[in-house]
Every structure is written in C-alpha cells, then in structure tokens.
T-cell receptor, first 114, second 107 residues
Framework: ETGVTQSPTHLIKTRGQQVTLRCSSQSGHNTVSWYQQALGQGPQFIFQYYREEENGRGNFPPRFSGLQFPNYSSELNVNALELDDSALYLC?????????????FGPGTRLLVL | QKEVEQDPGPLSVPEGAIVSLNCTYSNSAFQYFMWYRQYSRKGPELLMYTYSSGNKEDGRFTAQVDKSSKYISLFIRDSQPSDSATYLCAVSRQLTFGSGTQLTVLP
C-alpha cells in the first residue's frame, strides 16, 4: 500500500452534472498529480499541484479544475460531465518536483457518466 | 506520433519464462523512465525507476534505457503467475504513459 487514499471508490453521475473527487497524499508528500485512465489505456496527466499552486497541466479543458489544501490533500472537480469523462481517476503524490522524485498512486475513483 | 508507444499485447507466457516488455519514446529530452505494474481495479504501482541511460536491476526485474534509440525495456526473469498484470512504461517528471501491456503468466 502506498499510503495514498482516494474517495469515493465508485461514482455514478449523469451527463451535465458536476463531481468532486478527493485524494489524501502520502505522509510527507507535498505534490499531487491527477490522471484520467480510460479503459484499456494508460493514465493521462490532468494537472499537478505543488504547495497549493498548479504546477503544470495536461491537455484537458477548463471544466477540469483542482485544489490542494494546506495539509496537501487535494480535490479534482469536473463540471458539465460528458459521457467520455467515464474513466478511472487516479491521484499520485510525491515529495517535491525536483530531480529524482517518484510518484505513488492511490487506488483510484471509478466514475461512470450516464 | 504519440510521445510514448507501447505494444498493448496481450502477452501470455508460461511460468518461468523470461518476459520482455518494451516502449519507444519520441522526445530525446526525457530523462526519467519508470515502469509501473497495475493489477485489475487497482492504481499503478511503481516497479522500477531509472534516470538517464543504463540498466537497473531489482530482484527478478531489470530495466534498460537506451537513449540513443529512445527505447526502454523491462525484463522479468523466472516469471510467476503473480506477475500477471498490466505493465505501464512512463517517461518524464509529469508522467507520460504508454498504453500498457497486459501480461498473463500461465501456471
């Protein structure tokens, strides 16, 4: 176990709704990254937060937004859900963003959009 | 062209076989190379991490990076049924993943 936890484990929403996913980082880690993993694909980078500031973003629209809190836990918010948003959402925590860091993944939240 | 290309498999081998998993990448600036293992309905688990070129060994696992050909490999010796999973290569700090290779080791 990595020490990274995510909630909820599963979620069903309908198109157009909004969703908030949560991630608790491994102790001592101050960086969190979010990924979307469609079925049969590798994870795709959504964005990263370092010390409560966004520190890089992948090719995802603005309706994907995030927050990192002072305790380094994090949220991923997705507005105006679309059917293609159905995926496993993974968060990964790491210490710093400097040379040699590695990321440790949580178990993911499986989102189904109907 | 995708930044990271990985043969999706699936790959099926008998127990005890040597497994070779491979990825190619497009950006010569990449310096960090990782292999993750992902069991069904779980998050990826870091297996091997290499900075720049060369080999790294950890038990039955060996990771190789050839920056001249932009080719990364993971070898699994004496494969076990418990190695059955999807293996993902990843490059760079903000991880760019391949699509994963599904491996089944048959007892």
């Amino acid at each position: 176990e990595t020490g990274v936890t995510q909630s909820p484990t599963h979620l069903i929403k309908t198109r157009g709704q909004q969703v908030t996913l949560r991630c608790s980082s491994q102790s001592g880690h101050n960086t969190v990254s979010w990924y979307q993993q469609a079925l049969g694909q590798g994870p795709q980078f959504i964005f990263q937060y370092y010390r409560e500031e966004e520190n890089g973003r992948g090719n995802f629209p603005p309706r994907f937004s995030g927050l990192q809190f002072p305790n380094y836990s994090s949220e991923l918010n997705v507005n105006a859900l679309e059917l293609d948003d159905s995926a496993l959402y993974l968060c990964a925590s790491s210490y710093e963003t400097g040379v040699g860091e590695t990321q440790y993944f949580g178990p993911g939240t499986r989102l189904l959009v109907l | 062209q995708k930044e990271v290309e990985q043969d999706p498999g699936p790959l099926s081998v008998p127990e005890g076989a040597i497994v070779s998993l491979n990825c190619t990448y497009s950006n010569s600036a990449f310096q960090y190379f990782m292999w993750y293992r992902q069991y069904s309905r779980k998050g990826p688990e870091l297996l091997m991490y290499t900075y720049s070129s060369g080999n790294k060994e950890d038990g039955r696992f060996t990771a190789q990076v050839d920056k001249s050909s932009k080719y990364i490999s993971l070898f699994i010796r004496d494969s076990q049924p418990s190695d059955s999973a999807t293996y993902l290569c990843a490059v760079s700090r903000q991880l760019t993943f391949g699509s994963g290779t599904q491996l089944t080791v048959l007892p």
